[in-house]
């Protein structure tokens, strides 16, 4: 049996970390003002792990259960540093009071906040999002955008004082593109920069500047990003963190929660369909059948991996499996996710299975966003680069090394997660064996 490798020593938390976000819309504009309203005291961080989540530590007699903030070294939330691009102009108020996520109420109440963060130009191809234009846009060609995107990180730590900087793609979903030749090695893609290759997305060019100055990079879309094999290989050669991708947030989350229940009870699945109704600005986008075919992409992934149809085929082998996205303005960023699950039991006796969550999607997303920053400005601190697979919690189609397939389990993410801050802290994994609880001392003779 390999044991895991020593952990290497952590640097200190930072006083304060940089967070720049690529897209400042509805996820974007909902985690700063929800941050600022946890500094003012105007609300609590629910649905974040590193502000409110325990950590079990040793035996389960040892009653070491800290909170994981105290246990890891985090950036406090009163040092995070906002900016970030957006292709539309205004302030993060502007753009608070145009997702209309938050209360209003509470939005005026942190515009003083908001509104001295100005969103900086968007390295934007309207090929790539089919439904928006946007007029705050970098010009000239993907290597002037590069080299501006480099400038601007460069320039953001430079006047607010900053050591350390996370970048987060919390922009529109871009259309599907399959990796080709340019996307292969960092030569094949550097070269693409030089000559304007159009199959180089604007998030491609957000990864590349945030790696090439050694910015940890986390991408909440479905979009190719930090998963190319040429960033991953920028990721690597630099030493710095990546994750992604498309974060988990409401009808995925579920999936990945019920599906292993199913699948530990040896029950069958025919059929899953999913369907949700959205009016938001990404529901918007979503609407355009190529950018929905990335979502798509990531939304499919799941169930394959999890109910493993070539080793059950009886049980799932002939499983149908749709995802479907239906923009509904009226409902803007209130969605209704419904799952319909045809399972079948004992000498195959049918059951269905409904679920409708009636959801917020920035809401769910916002904490997750925030997470991803703190942690991974930790990974970058202890040493880590590349996929950053014990996030994979966090993700609708979690990155894996090549040739391995992802873990979708939520609960056994989580549990990669946890085991993966307790090594990095030297602390004993902890495997739920159990044994130890039950070993009587024998009788000498
Ligand atoms: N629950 C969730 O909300 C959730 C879950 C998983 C993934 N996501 C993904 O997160 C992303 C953001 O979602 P949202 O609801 O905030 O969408 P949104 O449309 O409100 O925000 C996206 C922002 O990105 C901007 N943008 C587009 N292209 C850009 C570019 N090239 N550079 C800079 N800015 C750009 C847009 O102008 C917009 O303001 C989407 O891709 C979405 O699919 C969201």
Redesign the pocket.
Known sequence: MSSAPAPQPIQPAPERLGVLL???????STLVAGVLAVRQGLGEPIGSLTQLGHIRLGKRTENRNPRIRDFVPLAPLDGLVFGG????GGTLYD?CTH?QVLDQTLVEKLKGGLSEIV?MP????PN??KR?N?TNVKPGTRRDWADALRRDIRDFKAKNGLDRVVVI?????EIYVEPGAVHQTLEAFERGLDANDPQIG??LI?AYAALMEGCPYAN????LSADAPALLELANTRGVPVAGK?????QTMVKTVLAPMLKARMLGVKGWFSTNILG???G???DDPESFKA?EKTKLGVLDTIFQPEVYPGLYGDLYHAVRINYYPPRG?A?EGWDNIDLFGWLGYPMQLKVDFLCR??I??APIALDLALFLDLAQRAGKKGIQEWLSFYW?GPMAADGLKPEHDLFIQLTKLKNNLRHMMGETLITHLGTEYYEYPSEGN
């Open positions: 690529q897209g400042m819309g509805a996820v974007g691009w957006d292709i539309f753009a997702a969103p968007g390295a934007f191809d790539f999002v928006l946007g793609n919390c922009s529109s979903t604007p998030s957000y909440g879309t479905p979009s498309d974060f988990k947030t409401g938001n600005r990404d918007e986008v979503l979502k960023d969605k999607d920035s769910l997303a609708k």
